[in-house]
């Protein structure tokens, strides 16, 4: 069972739904691969996600220059050095601040994007059962 307390759960659910703002507005999404995308889809993210795995750096440049950018890489070792390599790429244009938030409430429980929606899903059904 996954415990998070309920302020942290409401904040989480709130960056999230910023995140869902700024990608419908038109900001990217850089993820990893394809379990952070199908993540964040069925966390109501709607815009363009960009998976970096299968990217070479030119493609990356292509794709992303001159566009909004919100890094959302896991937290773990590999995703920090992505992370940092996104960043020189870009110029430090991309926006990491929803990556922080997020890792900073569900850190001690997941180091992963695509654990996200499995978290919000388990603590929405518990609540539910709680509700009188």
Request: aromatic share 4%; net charge neutral.
């Amino acid at each position: 069972m996954i415990t998070i307390e309920r302020e942290n759960f409401v904040e989480l659910t709130k960056i999230i739904e910023d995140l869902r703002i700024k990608s419908e507005g038109g900001a990217i999404i850089v993820v990893e691969g394809i379990k952070d995308e199908r993540a964040l889809r069925k966390l109501g993210v709607t815009g363009r996600i960009v998976k970096v795995a299968s990217l070479s750096k030119s493609d990356i440049l292509d794709i992303l220059s001159d566009e909004e950018v919100i890094i959302m890489t896991d937290w773990d070792e590999k995703g920090m050095k992505i992370e940092k390599n996104l960043l020189s790429l870009l110029s430090f244009r991309a926006d990491i601040s929803y990556k922080r938030k997020i890792s900073k409430i569900v850190g001690k429980i997941t180091s992963e994007v695509e654990t996200l929606y499995k978290i919000v899903e388990d603590v929405e059904k518990r609540s539910k059962l709680f509700k009188p």
